[in-house]
Every structure is written in C-alpha cells, then in structure tokens.
C-alpha cells in the first residue's frame, strides 16, 4: 500500500458525460500528479500540482482540467467524453517539486474509466 | 527529442533463471532514472532511483545499474511472484523534471 488513495476504483459512462476522479495524496506529500495509461500509449504525464498550485502540463486535453484544494486532496474532471479516454488514470504523490532529489513519485491503485 | 526505449518488450524465464532488462535513454541533462513495477490493473510501484552513472542498487532479487546511455535491471534467480510489466522512467532538466516512461518489459516467470 503506497498510501495514496483513489476513488472511485471503477467507472462506467457514456460519450459527452462528464466526471470527476479523487485523489489523496500520501501524508505529508505536497506534490500531486495525474497520469493516464492506455493499452497502445502506456504511461502519459497530464498534470501536476505542488501546494494548491499548477506546476507542470503534459499531453492533458482541453476537455481535461485538475485543481489541488488546500487539504492537498486533488480532482481530475473529465468532460465531453470519447471512447478513446478509456483508460487507467493514475495519480501519484511526491514530498516535492518535480526537479528535487530523492522525491520519488508513489503512485495510487488507480480508476479504470470505461465510455460505452 | 528525449526518448527511454526498454528492451525486451516481453521476456519469459524459468523460476530460477537469472537475466537482464534494459532501459535506454536520450535525454539531455540526466537527473535521474528510475525503475517501477506494475502488476496488471495496479498502479506502478517504486522499486530504484538511480542519479549517476556507476551507481547501483539492490533490493532482494533485484539489481539495477546506471552507465551514461542506458540502465539494466538484474533479477536473480527468479520467482513466480517477480512476474509483471517492469517500467524505466527518466528525469531531465529539458522535460522541465516530469518522468518520461519506457513502454516496459512483461515479465513471466515460469514455476
């Protein structure tokens, strides 16, 4: 157990809906980061947060927004969604900011999303 | 443009036999690399960090190293339990510090 947490583990919805993934963060972690895993792109780097701010953006659409609220806890919102946003989204946490040393990230179990 | 590339994509050993997986980089400004594993439909878990070449580290069966283009990871004597997708990502200053991720080796080991 890494000690993140994610929820909800599943998620069934369809195309054009909108939703929302929760992360906590491991104790004591001030960075939050949000990553998405398909079967033909493995891991994706969308978005990180460090102390309630936005620090980094990857390859995270438009459709795709995040924010980190001052418990630390983040939200992935999801909307207008297509059959291609299948996929594990991950979150994973680190004490730091992503350049620091010894600031390994430790990922959550993840939320499988499926758009029908 | 920064790329990890990991060799094989699928490896398949007996319980026992011992071997190497690789993870190759092209980034500019090596902070560090770093090793996970990841069981199917679990999120990836930290094994190694490594920040200079030379540098190794151990943890039970496993062994990883770090030379200036590309990292191994050893498992020796492997179990059934050690099966399962093996990911290399790396840190660098031109990705503005964010991992960049190898595709990963499947591992299979065999009873």
């Known amino acids: 157990d890494s000690g993140v947490t994610q929820t909800p583990k599943h998620l069934i919805t369809a195309t054009g809906q909108r939703v929302t993934l929760r992360c906590s963060p491991r104790?004591?972690?001030?960075?939050v980061y949000w990553y998405q895993q398909s079967l033909d792109q493995g891991l994706q780097f969308l978005i990180q947060y460090y102390n309630g701010e936005e620090r980094a953006k990857g390859n995270i659409l438009e459709r795709f927004s995040a924010q980190q609220f001052p418990d630390l806890h983040s939200e992935l919102n999801l909307s207008s969604l297509e059959l291609g946003d299948s996929a594990l989204y991950f979150c994973?946490?680190?004490?730091?900011?992503?350049?620091?040393?010894?600031?390994?990230?430790?990922f959550g179990p993840g939320t499988r999303l499926t758009v029908l | 443009e920064d790329q990890v590339t990991q060799s094989p994509e699928a490896l398949r050993l007996q319980e026992g036999e011992s071997s190497s997986l690789n993870c190759s980089y092209t980034v500019s400004g090596l902070r560090g690399l770093f090793w996970y594993r990841q069981d199917p439909g679990k999120g990836p878990e930290f094994l190694f960090t490594l920040y200079s070449a030379g540098e190794e580290k151990e943890k039970e069966r496993l062994k990883a190293t770090l030379t200036k283009k590309e990292s191994f990871l050893h498992i020796t004597a492997p179990k059934p339990e050690d099966s399962a997708t093996y990911l290399c990502?790396?840190?660098?200053?031109?990705?503005?510090?964010?991992?960049?991720w190898g595709a990963g080796t499947k591992l299979i080991i065999k009873p």
């Open positions: 990502a790396v840190q660098a200053g031109d990705s503005n510090y964010q991992l960049i």
């Open positions: 994973a946490s680190s004490v730091g900011l992503a350049g620091d040393l010894y600031n390994e990230q430790f």
């Open positions: 104790s004591g972690d001030l960075s």
